[in-house]
């Protein structure tokens, strides 16, 4: 049986523990001791994880932001390697420009990859549920371009989008949710 006894340092002003642990000696026991311990200290927050936990699913692979994150995979396979020109942007006709611009989702390597009508980008993007695309930090060429406006409009609008709606061969992005004037609309488009 574990007996512990916490009392103060009297020089240091530190908490002390001290414990009995009879079947171990040594760092076993200094280790038993400091681990029961924490766990008699945080046993309502041990008990609230515990309740929480069965909800949550984990995969210990997985690096935060390293890639396409779903729930929904078919709209993810939809979504992926298709290559989606811009038809519109902040609710007006695309700009015309001498390239249309485009982004194609990687599904091999997490990268987003695209024109803005004269420079290419690319960069990491996360698709989750309900919805949610993070497109970005995207890092693009510095062409020497008639038109960048429109083509800093268009990155603008990628940067900014937070949700998405497919619909058939549309793929709408918006900024906090899908009400309101979405941020850009483009179509699949066979290569």
């Known amino acids: 049986m574990l007996k512990i006894r916490m009392s103060l340092a009297a020089r240091a002003g ?3 523990i001290h414990c009995r642990w009879p079947a171990y000696t040594g760092q ?3 280790i038993l001791c400091l681990a029961m311990s924490l766990v008699s200290c945080l046993r309502p927050a041990a008990a609230l994880v515990l309740l929480v936990a069965p909800a949550c699913s984990f995969d ?5 932001n390293a890639g396409s994150i ?3 995979e078919p709209v993810a396979a939809a979504l992926q390697d298709v290559r989606w020109e811009l038809r519109e942007l ?3 006709p695309a700009p015309r420009t001498e390239r249309r611009p485009f982004l194609l989702l990687r599904n091999n390597r997490p990268r987003v990859e695209g024109r803005a009508a004269c420079n290419q980008f690319s960069g990491p993007y996360t698709l989750a549920e309900r919805g949610r695309l993070r497109l970005g930090p995207l890092v693009t060429t510095r062409s020497a371009c008639p038109d960048l406006a429109a083509e800093g409009a268009f990155l603008q609008a990628l940067n900014q989008a937070q949700h998405y709606r497919l619909s058939r061969n549309t793929l709408t992005l918006y900024a906090a949710d899908t009400l309101g004037t979405p941020l850009a609309r483009l179509e699949a488009v066979n290569e």
């Open 14 to 16: 530190a908490p002390a």
């Open 28 to 30: 076993e026991s200094v």
């Open 60 to 64: 210990l692979n997985e690096r935060p």
């Open 70 to 72: 779903t729930t929904d």
């Open 90 to 92: 902040g609710g007006q």
